[in-house]
């Protein structure tokens, strides 16, 4: 599966955005689908994910309440709803799929294919 992010900008403290993950050349259906990012001088976290087999979502502690991860398998996309964002979640943010129904939980090497990242800036 080839995966196209999409979706992130420049935004105000406070704001939203909306990320998108649109998937080619296999369905998504099949696939933990997770979103992570990386900010510039740190590690890569996972940020939400959303599981193969029952559409269960995990999201980090960190964007819980603000980050919602939704799938539309008639569009073959997952979408990051973004809330109240903060400074903190600036990042280059990225999606990535797994075919293993425990990978949103598991070690991020259990994602093998990845996006191109979009970035996402939030600043006043």
């Known amino acids: 599966v080839q995966l196209q992010a999409s979706g992130g900008g420049l935004v105000q403290p406070g704001g939203s955005l909306k990320l998108s993950c649109a998937g080619s050349g296999s369905s998504l259906r099949g696939y933990s689908v997770g979103w992570f990012r990386q900010a510039p001088g740190k590690e890569r976290e996972r940020v939400s994910c959303?599981?193969?087999?029952?559409?269960?979502?995990y999201s980090a502690d960190s964007v819980k309440g603000r980050f919602t991860i939704s799938r539309d398998v008639a569009k073959n996309t997952v979408y990051l709803q973004m809330n109240n964002l903060k400074p903190e979640d600036t990042a280059v943010y990225y999606c990535?799929?797994?075919?293993?129904?425990?990978?949103?939980?598991?070690?991020?090497?259990?994602?093998?294919?990845w996006g191109q990242g979009t970035q996402v800036t939030v600043s006043s």
């Open positions: 959303v599981r193969a087999s029952n559409n269960m979502a």
């Open positions: 990535a799929t797994s075919r293993n129904i425990y990978a949103c939980s598991g070690s991020e090497d259990l994602f093998a294919s």
